[in-house]
């Protein structure tokens, strides 16, 4: 048993041979310079972090400034879009045969004001003539909501700085946001980035809230007046003449719940509008002056049927490339894009324009038997 515990008994290692000391060493070397470029590579990366902290700051992702996500922009605005049928449904005529009460004057003005939203050229009735009787049975509708967003486009969407203050000599003189505007095209015509960096800048210097500085005096001042903006623009709207002929006879009431209502659509797109300026994106509207050749087609990545004129593939067999090949006649809303940037540049498309095709040749006398058939499928 003795001498089986001393079998058991490890036995000393041997003495390393000389020779595979170099061998040991150069492994040890290679560990040490390893863990030191390690070591060198971490301070690398921290400083690295540091700096791109900065440009966090400096180019627009630094998460104080993030007020809505660039990804949701696209269902915002589609959001007013369908808000705005909405409103257009309960306060719009019932077909498009109330219309005719309208004198040719009224219906030029319309047009004018929807100029960029039908077919450059064409006079009410040829335009008129050419829908199918679907369509034109929810002319009214259209009008309606295609001249709210419009407007609301326009008034948001065309001048990055609309809200800031404006102290004019005189009448003939151009307003500040209308200077800063000018500017703004200038310095994107020589550098767009660098163009886009200056507009963000801009306007989070001239509407930033508490998460975003301690000095919010100015900030807040031009928040403020772009909410009163907001509710001039409404109350303009609803006041104008040319609206008011599309909307059918109410009692004062409904004047005034239709009052709150677009106003508060209104002070909402003001909000976004100014939290949008705050990114190096921006957003850009394309109407049919700027699409062309102006034909449909179903797997366009820019243009989407109206439920209208889907109702109407019926006429091309019910395929979905039934009506393929169709003049574009109306928009209710443009393309919408996410353009610009401060780093990399984009110019991709967030919301379709939904657009009404030329129909088929029919015999007016269809109209009055057509049923409305309405969708707000597709975006």
Known sequence: MASSKKEDKAEPSAPLDASARPELDEKDE????????????EE????KEEVFEEIDIRLGTFM???????SAWGKRLQGFWSAFRQTARGDGYESGADLDCLSREQKQLVLAKLDGYYKPGLEWDELVSR????ARSLLPRWLITAMIFKDMADRFWTNPFWYLEDEQD????????????????????VDVRQGCLWRRTTTRLSAA???????TEFGEKNRARGQELARKWASELLADKTFQCLLKPGERRD???RLYEITGFYQEAASLAIDISFHGYYVEFQDLRALQPLVYHHKSDKLSLCGACRADRTSGGGREDGLDGREVLMIE????YRAGGTLELRHEVIGKAYVWVEGDPTDPDKDEQAQPVDSTEGF
């Open 30 to 41: 290679l560990i040490r310079t390893l863990k030191s470029k390690l070591c060198r590579c």
């Open 44 to 47: 690398w990366i921290k400083g």
């Open 64 to 70: 104080a400034w993030i007020a809505t996500d660039p």
């Open 131 to 134: 829908l199918s009787p679907n």
């Open 170 to 189: 005189g009448p003939t003189s151009t307003s500040l946001p209308a200077q800063l505007q000018s500017l703004h095209q200038e310095f994107m015509k």
């Open 209 to 215: 809230l508490k998460r975003q500085t301690d000095y």
């Open 255 to 257: 004047a005034e719940y």
């Open 333 to 336: 809303r443009p393309v919408m």
